[in-house]
T-cell receptor
């Protein structure tokens, strides 16, 4: 059974700092998704990572995937307040294409 | 705007009642997913339909049921409602071609009093 763990679950940081959110998963998968959710709002797709070594960047966010280590990272560079949100990773289960979701990382960026 | 629509946006009802939530997927998407998000339990997958057929079940209670119609819209029926059913209910849709990204609707906020 595929399990997905995110850490940290809560992160409070200052503007201008760098930080990384980690997403570990327990069994083989080649597809990993990152989503963002603002409070009380829907989930917005950020990145889709489809192969080992995949790296995608959008603004101050960069996501990478290491399928051998079963690890994805979401790196935040020079954080700004607008990036405050909850970030979810989701991993596609190899056998049935279902997404298994992490618990989410609540990120608060203080001015 | 993801292209997924959900109605109603808000719903307030009483315990023991039954409600129906509606979802229209993005144009061309055959898969529809339902999720429940409550404060203390994160995002819980309920059920998936693909082109009218049930594809997968998650943590869906027996009091809940869903269906996908020939025009691909989907409905989630919640019955014998309890206080603990208060949550945000999301619908998402995806296409199996391409990257498989699930696109989420705006959600229905259900409050059971």
């Amino acid at each position: 059974e595929l399990k997905v763990e995110q850490n940290p679950l809560f992160l409070s940081m200052q503007e201008g700092k760098n930080y990384t959110i980690y997403c570990n998963y327990s069994t083989t998968s080649d597809r990993l998704y990152w989503y963002r959710q603002d409070p009380g709002k829907s989930l917005e797709s950020l990145f889709v990572l489809l192969s080992n070594g995949a790296v995608k960047q959008e603004g101050r966010l960069m996501a990478s995937l290491d399928t051998k280590a079963r690890l994805s990272t979401l790196h935040i560079t020079a954080a700004v307040h607008d990036l405050s949100a909850t970030y979810f990773c989701a991993v596609e289960e190899y056998s049935n294409y279902q997404l298994i979701w992490g618990a989410g990382t609540k990120l608060i960026i203080k001015p | 705007d993801s292209g997924v629509t959900q109605t109603p946006k808000h719903l307030i009802t009483a315990t023991g009642q039954r409600v129906t939530l509606r979802c229209s997927p993005r144009s061309g998407d055959l898969s529809v997913y339902w999720y429940q998000q409550s404060l203390d339990q994160g995002l819980q997958f309920l059920i998936q339909y693909y082109n009218g057929e049930e594809r997968a079940k998650g943590n869906i209670l027996e009091r809940f049921s869903a269906q996908q119609f020939p025009d691909l819209h989907s409905e989630l029926n919640l019955s014998s409602l309890e206080l603990g059913d208060s949550a945000l209910y999301f619908c998402a849709s995806s296409s199996r071609t391409g990257e498989g990204t699930q696109y989420f609707g705006p959600g229905t906020r259900l409050l059971v009093l």
